[in-house]
């Protein structure tokens, strides 16, 4: 080993700690690394070697003594990685565009801070988020480079469909689809597609969702007279059974019972994966690596290769029912990118339209079985449209639509603020700049439930949206769809399904909490999940046949 004056070590390290700081400013500031996390993860381990390697090459020191010239590597190597988190943290810290902005001391410096309240919390984010809102006000920093924002006046320049902004690194993390899609023009390009997939195949589905309400009422009549029905469980498998028919042709047979058992399996990972998603949303670099690695990550390969075996059958399928799939078939190319694409969309059909509406129809059922008079309100409206067979679910109708909407106001399926990023230069709303690349999202939980929109805002009032309209101060803060060109696709088909799921559910059964069950609401809504979507706490509900007068 050279002494200390003629060593290069000391150079090396302190070079070392230089390029740490270097590579942040004018690397790790600049590029969006969370997109690439494999490679960027890879290109470290690989500079250890690469030093390792040249180390011997520069002096005799470490050509004479390879361990040493090991060691000397993995110092510098440390230096590199220790200058660069330093000052990164000391930039995130004190020096960033977002420094104005308030929010706790944490965020400031990393996700982690976000992941583990998503712990503490068990997937509460959006109580968190309350708590936020209440310290800081509209404009929280929530992370190094984020903001969530509480202010309905910010809806319109962040999600409309005149905004200047892009979706949020988030939607990297997974596979391309309509919906994860960063490329503006792509999505536009496709999106066209499924609103026309959906416009021409709507009215030929409506009959197809009324056979599984069908089957959803003999089920619930055959399970209902044994005992309380786990509400979830019947609606995550009436979803199920629509969408996949909508996805591939055939339901998955939960409602009926005759589901395989890949079927099965595929709905127990992905039930008992959602958790994960609560967690991962927050760092999406992490979700990436996962969806790179689903090859090998046991049930995501089974969810592919099942879903995947169920479209080559679909494509195969002589004279198909008209359908989403369909459409998407005929206007995409038979290339290997077009077949990714088809596979990752029909996934997303499952994925996007399946827990979303299952959750929406939980949450109504126990708002029912709170609020009994709005269970005979639906019946008042309905009697008569089912006295004269003339009910669709493709038409709206005044009180079944407000309780739709009211459950959905409190209580959305999709917890996630869909995130977006500014432009380069920055945008303003109102008075407030926002820098460049800022990922900001709407808090649409905590919008919904907002005096300034609503009046009596945390109270269970459909009269909003028909008869007493005064109680809404702002439509545009109703958003369980979300609003703009990203808006949710399958709006109109959830409707049709939540329309014919409550109408005839609730013209058929008397809704109950189960005898001598003291239901306390708030403890309920409180056990609430943030996974994306979110996650109703399981219920028991007891489903009686109605006895009509
Ligand atoms: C109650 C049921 C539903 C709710 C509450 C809901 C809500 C949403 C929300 C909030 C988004 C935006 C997500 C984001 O910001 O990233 C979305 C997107 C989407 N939803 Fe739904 N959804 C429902 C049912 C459905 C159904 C049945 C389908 C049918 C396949 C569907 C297909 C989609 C698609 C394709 C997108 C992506 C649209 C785009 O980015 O252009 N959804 N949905």
Known sequence: MADLQTSLTPTILATASVTGVALHLFLFKRVEVDKRPVSTGASFIVAYFLLALALPSLSAEYNANLPWALIVAGLAWWCLVLSLCVSILIYRAFLHPLRKFPGPFG????????LNKVLETK???????????????DYVRTGPRELVIFD??????????????????????????????????FHRQRRKIWDLAFKQSLADYAPRIEEFTSQLLSRIARDGAKGPIL?????????????????????????????????????????????????????????GMLTTFSWAIGPMRQWNEYSEGLVELRKKKRDPQPDLFGHLLDNTDDTRSGRSLLNSECRLIVGAGSDTTATALTFIFVNL?????????LRDEMDPIFATASFECTRSRPVL???IQESMRLHPSVFFGSQ??????????????????????????????????????????????????????????????????????????????????????????????????????????????????????????????????
């Open 369 to 377: 079985a709170l609020y009994p008079q709005w269970l005979q309100a």
């Open 401 to 403: 639509d407000a309780v």
């Open 420 to 549: 977006r990023e500014t432009p380069a230069q920055g945008m303003r709303i109102g008075d407030m700049y926002i820098p460049g690349h800022t990922i900001i999202s709407i808090a649409g939980y905590q919008v919904a439930r907002d005096e300034r929109n609503f009046v009596r805002a945390k109270e269970f009032l459909p009269e909003r949206w028909y008869s007493q309209p005064a109680l809404i101060l702002n439509k545009g803060a109703y958003m369980p769809f979300l609003v703009g060109p990203f808006n949710c696709a399958g709006r109109n088909m959830a409707m049709m399904e939540l329309r014919s799921v409550v109408a005839r559910v609730a013209c058929e059964f008397d809704i109950t909490f189960p005898p001598g069950m003291d239901f306390d609401a708030h403890d309920y809504f409180h056990r609430v999940k943030d996974h994306f979507i979110a996650g109703a706490p399981a219920q028991k509900l007891v489903f009686s046949k109605r006895v009509k007068d």
């Open 107 to 114: 965020a400031r410096l990393s996700k982690f801070w976000a």
């Open 152 to 185: 309905s006046a910010a809806i319109t320049p962040i999600l409309g469909f005149a905004s200047v902004t892009g979706k949020g690194p988030f939607y990297d993390s997974m596979e391309t689809s309509v919906s994860t899609t960063r490329d503006h023009a």
């Open 231 to 287: 509400v979830n469980e019947v609606c995550i498998h009436y979803s199920y059974d629509v969408m996949s028919a909508l996805a591939f042709g055939d339901p998955m047979g939960f409602i009926q019972g005759d589901s395989n058992a890949v079927a099965n399996s595929v709905l127990n990972n992905i039930q008992n994966g959602v958790d994960a998603i609560g967690l991962l949303l927050h760092v999406p670099w992490l979700m």
């Open 123 to 137: 997937c509460g984010w959006y109580r968190i988020l309350d708590q936020l809102q209440q310290q800081y006000g």
